[in-house]
């Protein structure tokens, strides 16, 4: 199996404070990895380390084979990752449609034709194909976040990051985005979760990574975390949550 990211012995400290101790994930193309714990464990900061948004204090992030630390390549690198986020970050002041077409032109210098043809595929993959000359204000928080999506999207990344992409929404909303989800795993998308929706987490994921304070609890199927956990302090995370 190809790896599509591959992190190595990752420490990540905040000052004085060390947040991540040794940690060691792999993720193959086509897989959907989850990261779930407690808040404060470090499932974020894990998230930001890949997208390097935060620079590692020890061990190596490989993408595709590609060592992060090779400034030479990182920009390179960085285009293979998308992110999607809690909180959306569209630009507010720009069209879903610019939103998307100005992202292309800026990151990978899309022509303006290409980047539109590109822009209304991805809406039509989240089902917002007539919502492309509304602003984001004009949308609910569920259509937002879905615009984000289709924007990551657009990038053609080979892997897919989420930070808890519902965790702003209202319940009623949260099912649409775990709809796409969902149809990108269909299209076999690499993707990476952090989610405290544990049903979802559960059907969707091929591998769960749980963590607690900074370290790997235990790694495993959905099926083997879930309904059979080998550490007392997973089984105990999940009692609480689920
Ligand atoms: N910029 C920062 N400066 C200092 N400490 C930080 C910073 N970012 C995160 N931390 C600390 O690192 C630890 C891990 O935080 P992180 O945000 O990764 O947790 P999380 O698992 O994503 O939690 P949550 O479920 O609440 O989102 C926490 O103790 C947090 O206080
Ligand atoms: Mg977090």
């Known amino acids: 199996m ?20 040794d940690i060691n994930l792999n993720i193959n193309r086509g897989e959907v990895v989850s990261l779930i714990g407690p808040s404060g464990s470090g499932k974020s900061t894990i998230l930001r380390c890949i997208i390097d948004l935060e620079t590692i204090t020890y061990g190596d ?3 595709e084979g590609k060592n992060l630390k090779d400034k030479k390549i990182k920009k390179q690198i960085l285009l293979k990752t998308g992110m999607v986020f ?14 998307i077409v100005r992202t292309l032109k800026l990151v990978k210098k899309t ?28 949308l609910s928080g569920g259509q937002r976040q879905r ?17 808890e992409p519902t965790s702003a929404l209202d319940p009623e909303l949260v099912k649409e985005v775990l ?18 929706e544990m049903n979802f987490v559960k ?40």
Do not use: C, W
């Not at 984000?148 to 897919?160: F, G, T, V």
């Not at 269909?186 to 993707?191: C, D, E, F, P, W």
């Not at 091929?206 to 080998?230: A, C, H, M, R, Y």
């Open 2 to 21: 190809e790896k599509i990211i591959e992190v190595k012995n990752l420490k990540k400290s905040f000052g004085e404070n060390e947040v991540l101790h």
């Open 61 to 63: 992030i490989f993408i």
């Open 86 to 99: 809690q909180s959306f970050n569209l630009f507010p002041h720009m069209t879903v449609r610019n939103n």
């Open 111 to 138: 022509s303006l034709d290409e980047a539109t043809k590109i822009a209304k595929e991805v809406l039509e993959v989240v089902g917002l194909s007539d919502k492309i000359d509304n602003f984001p204000s004009e």
């Open 147 to 163: 615009v984000a999506i289709a924007r990551a999207l657009a990038l053609q990344p080979d892997i897919l990051l989420f930070d």
């Open 179 to 196: 709809d796409i989800i969902r149809k990108l795993k269909n299209k076999k998308i690499t993707m990476l979760i952090v989610s405290h």
């Open 203 to 242: 059907e969707i994921s091929d591998k769960v990574v749980v963590l607690e304070k900074g370290k790997i609890l235990e790694k495993g199927t959905s099926k083997q975390i879930f309904e059979n956990p080998k550490s007392s302090r997973v089984r105990e995370f999940l009692n609480t949550i689920y």
